[in-house]
């Protein structure tokens, strides 16, 4: 079974701290996402990886980088957390190109980040 | 540029009501479509998706979509919908030159009551 797990369920932080998100996918997929999700305003892109030591950045890139130093494995960095920063962090693989390469997207449970 | 939008926020139905989500997209180029589901305090499952041929596609849990390129729509429907249906529906769509990422919608919360 295919499989995305984020190191975090629940994580509590103060003002100013670093943050680490990890995340890693059993499925050999190139491309890896890190989303926030907040009420109202949907599923909202921060970065994503095509290959490993690659990003780009996505829609709200401001305040977080990423590493990808592994296939498997794309890690989200908050450099000083802000209390706007509290959300729900999802993390999702995919393929794309091919017969099996259809860009679906398999997510991880979800990461819930609140900033104090 | 290409945009998503689902025109419900929210949907409110009885237990054994039909229901219908929509979703309309722009998109200059041609997109595969996708429907996922989220339940409470959970990530995101594939519901259904288009690809290419028949354009009724049918998913998990009784779900199914209708692709219509003219009105560039991708409804999502239920016959008769179950307490257990309560979740959130975000349509999305990958054009074909965008390497894999999705665009989603803003997502539709479904709450069945009994």
């Known amino acids: 079974d295919v499989k995305v797990t984020q190191s975090s369920r629940y994580l509590v932080k103060r003002t100013g701290e670093k943050v680490f998100l990890e995340c890693v996918q059993d499925?050999?997929?190139?491309?890896m996402f890190w989303y926030r999700q907040d009420p109202g305003l949907g599923l909202r892109l921060i970065y994503f990886?095509?290959?490993?030591?690659?990003?780009e950045k996505g829609d709200i890139p401001e305040g977080y980088s990423v590493s990808r130093e592994k296939k498997e494995r794309f890690s989200l960095i908050l450099e000083s957390a802000s209390t706007n920063q509290t959300s729900m962090y999802l993390c999702?693989?995919?393929?794309?190109?091919?017969?099996?390469?259809?860009?679906?997207?398999?997510f991880g449970e979800g990461s819930r980040l609140t900033v104090l | 540029a290409q945009s998503v939008t689902q025109l419900d926020s929210q949907v409110p139905v009885f237990e054994e009501a039909p229901v219908e989500l929509r979703c309309n997209y722009s998109?200059?180029?041609?997109?595969?479509l996708f429907w996922y589901v989220q339940y409470p305090n959970q990530g995101l499952q594939l519901l259904l998706k288009?690809?290419?041929?028949?354009?009724l596609v049918k998913g998990i849990n009784g779900f199914e979509a209708e692709f219509n390129k003219s009105q560039t729509s991708f409804h999502l429907r239920k016959p008769s919908v179950h307490i257990s249906d309560t979740a959130e529906y975000f349509c999305?769509?990958?054009?074909?030159?965008?390497?894999?990422?999705?665009?989603f919608g803003q997502g539709t919360e479904l709450s069945v009551k009994p």
């Open positions: 999702a693989s995919s393929t794309w190109g091919g017969l099996a390469g259809s860009g679906e997207l398999f």
């Open positions: 499925m050999d997929h190139e491309n």
């Open positions: 990886s095509y290959d490993v030591k690659m990003k």
């Open positions: 998109s200059s180029v041609s997109v595969y």
């Open positions: 288009y690809l290419s041929g028949s354009t």
């Open positions: 999305a769509v990958i054009p074909y030159n965008q390497g894999g990422k999705l665009i």
